[in-house]
C-alpha cells in the first residue's frame, strides 16, 4: 500500500529544496525523520513535516497494520518548479533588474517493504 503526501507552493528554490531530498530518497522511514532532523538546509523541517504527513497518511488507509511491522521506505520523492513571482530591484542609471523568487512543490509516496515483496511474488507466480 502507498501513501502519498503532497506540499505546494513552498516559497524555495527548487534547486536548493532537491538537495534534501535526495538525502532521503529510499530511505526507511526512521533514518529519513533522522536525516531531517539533523540537516541543517532550509528545506529539511518543511520535508520533515511532509514525511509525518505522509506516516499519518498510511496509518489512516492501513489501521489493521502496525507501523513498526510494516517496514515503510520513501519510495519516491519528486520536486517540481512551482509559480515564479517576479520582482523589481533597482539598478545602477535608472535601470531595473527583474528578480525571480521560486518556489515548488514536493510529492511524496511511501512504501511497506512488506507490500512490495508480496505484491512481486504475486506477479513471478502468475507468469
Not at 29 to 40: G, S
Amino acid at each position: 500500500m502507498e501513501a502519498v503526501a503532497k506540499l505546494n507552493n513552498v516559497p524555495t528554490s527548487p534547486r536548493k529544496m532537491r538537495l534534501v531530498a535526495d538525502l532521503i530518497r529510499g530511505e526507511q522511514v526512521n533514518r529519513a525523520l533522522n536525516i531531517l532532523k539533523y540537516e541543517p538546509k532550509q528545506g529539511a523541517a518543511r520535508l520533515e513535516k511532509l514525511l509525518l504527513s505522509a506516516i499519518a497518511n498510511w496509518q489512516q488507509k492501513n489501521e489493521d497494520i502496525d507501523l513498526e511491522d510494516a517496514d515503510l521506505y520513501v519510495k519516491e520523492i519528486r520536486v517540481d518548479s512551482g509559480r515564479i513571482l517576479k520582482r523589481l530591484r533597482p539598478a545602477p542609471q535608472g535601470r531595473a533588474h527583474r528578480i525571480r523568487k521560486r518556489s515548488n512543490h514536493v510529492t511524496l509516496i511511501l512504501e511497506s517493504r512488506n507490500a512490495a515483496e508480496a505484491s512481486t511474488t504475486e506477479d513471478n507466480n502468475e507468469e
